[in-house]
């Protein structure tokens, strides 16, 4: 069974950095893709960012400039290294794979930005 498991959230000063990593176990296959989502109370689930097994990527506007996807294929690893971070990015990150047409998802790991 694939399992996600999400590391490196935390508290961090409005202009810190966090660098985020989530682990794919459970499958013999490279994921052909993997994404950050996050997501707080008052708003849906966003895209963050993500990148596909050719590492090609993608970034939600809001993040561009201060945040880098990036992934270890042989690791079935995805990283996300956030900068310049803003109370805004306050959110429940998530991490999602797409593994043979089939989408998997992490419990979330929690980024906190204080002002």
């Known amino acids: 069974q694939v399992q996600l498991v999400e590391s490196g959230g935390g508290l961090v000063q409005a202009g810190g950095s966090l660098k985020l990593s989530c682990v794919a176990s459970?499958?013999?296959?490279?994921?052909?893709?993997m994404a950050w989502y996050r997501q707080t109370p008052w708003k849906q689930r966003e895209l963050v960012a993500t990148i596909t097994k050719l590492r090609v990527t993608n970034y939600a506007d809001s993040v561009k400039g201060r945040f880098t996807i990036s992934s270890n294929n042989a690791k079935h690893t995805v990283y996300l290294e956030m900068n310049s971070l803003k109370p805004e990015d306050t959110a429940v990150y998530y991490c999602?794979?797409?593994?043979?047409?089939?989408?998997?998802w992490g419990a979330g790991t929690r980024v906190t930005v204080s002002s």
């Open positions: 459970g499958s013999a296959f490279i994921p052909g893709s």
């Open positions: 999602k794979a797409l593994i043979l047409g089939m989408e998997y």
